[in-house]
């Protein structure tokens, strides 16, 4: 069965420090692979995705994020975090097959100022 | 841009009972997607509706029903309700199957 995992349950930066949050997936076949965040009091958002190509994927609010097919992993990264990006990270990979998302348990991002 | 609504936003209930949540996709979107996500958990796959069909089910018991309108909205249905079906339920709609998924808000459930 397909399955997500991410290392990190719980992160507490300082302002300006550099993020990395690691997700690793186990599935052979073709996927598409997705980070979501979610907000205090709000709703799950996209934050970027990737379908094919550059295995560099840059999203919204200065977050990327590296494909490495061999490791399958797909590691979200920000140079220098804000306060407001605290918020519950989630990767997700889409079986393209399946056509389900498949979520990691989430990473709880505390930003102190 | 609405994006995707759900309703109702809370809802309590108690063992036994039935359930009945509502989702309303992006305009334009054919592609209905429905998640129970647990406390501390990531959210889990339920239901996929496209075209007003079927097209992927997850590992929940048959007590789980959807179903898609020509309008491409959707219902879910929990039969005799469990203390282990409170969750929140998320709602995502997609232009198409294996396209992105965007989400609505949720329906928080609270079993008594």
């Known amino acids: 069965a397909q399955s997500v995992s991410q290392h990190n349950h719980h992160v507490i930066l300082s302002e300006a420090a550099s993020l990395e949050l690691g997700c690793n997936y186990s599935y052979g076949g073709t996927v598409n692979l997705f980070w979501y965040v979610q907000y205090p009091g709000q709703h799950l958002q996209l934050l970027l995705k990737y379908f094919s190509g550059d295995p560099l994927v840059k999203g919204i609010k200065g977050f990327e994020a590296e494909f490495i097919k061999s490791k399958f992993s797909f590691n979200l990264r920000k140079p220098s975090v804000q306060w407001s990006d605290t918020a519950e990270y989630f990767c997700a990979v889409l079986n393209t097959g399946r056509r389900a998302l498949t979520f990691g348990s989430g990473t709880r991002l505390q930003v102190q100022p | ?112």
Do not use: M
């Open chain 2, 1 to 112: 841009d609405a994006g995707v609504t759900q309703s109702p936003t809370h809802l309590i209930k108690t063992r036994g009972q039935h359930v009945t949540l509502r989702c309303s996709p992006i305009s334009g979107h054919k592609s209905v997607s429905w998640y129970q996500q647990v406390l501390g958990q990531g959210p889990q796959f339920i239901f996929q509706y496209y075209e007003k069909e079927e097209r992927g089910r997850g590992n929940f018991p048959d007590r789980f029903s959807a179903r898609q309108f020509p309008n491409y909205s959707s219902e879910l249905n929990v039969n005799a309700l469990l203390l282990g079906d409170s969750a929140l339920y998320l709602c995502a709609s997609s232009s198409g199957q294996g396209e992105t998924q965007y989400f609505g808000p949720g329906t928080r459930l609270l079993v008594l």
